[in-house]
Nanobody, 121 residues
Framework: QVQLVESGGGSVQDGGSLRLSCAAS????????MTWYRQSPGKERDFISG???????TYAASVKGRFTISRDNAKTTLYLQMDSLKPEDTAMYYC???????????????WGQGTQVTVSS
């Protein structure tokens, strides 16, 4: 199993910055996709950014140019640097690791508990 622990959320004003972290433990060497999602009350959970096993980065249009995704060299921690935050960025932020128990096994998705980000005007 893979366990994810998130940190870095908080409350900031319009235009502020936060850096989210997602620390993983377990058989992370078999994890190939690492992604960030966010969800506001009464709304669907939306993809915002991801990084694949080759290091290719993907961003949702709503955060492109403001958010930056990265990971450490050991591939055990995922980061999301958030700059120029807006009130519409207010949401619960979740990390997800997509992994396999063995190279031939089906894909399994592991989610963090989430960390709250609040941006006030």
């Amino acid at each position: 199993q893979v366990q994810l622990v998130e940190s870095g959320g908080g409350s900031v004003q319009d235009g502020g910055s936060l850096r989210l972290s997602c620390a993983a433990s377990g058989y992370t060497y078999r994890c190939f996709d690492m992604t960030w999602y966010r969800q506001s009350p009464g709304k669907e959970r939306d993809f915002i950014s991801g990084i694949d096993s080759d290091g290719k980065l993907t961003y949702a249009a709503s955060v492109k140019g403001r958010f930056t995704i990265s990971r450490d060299n050991a591939k055990t921690t995922l980061y999301l640097q958030m700059d120029s935050l807006k009130p519409e960025d207010t949401a619960m932020y979740y990390c997800k690791f997509s992994c396999r128990k063995f190279s031939w096994s089906p894909r399994n998705d592991y989610w963090g508990q989430g960390t709250q980000v609040t941006v006030s005007s």
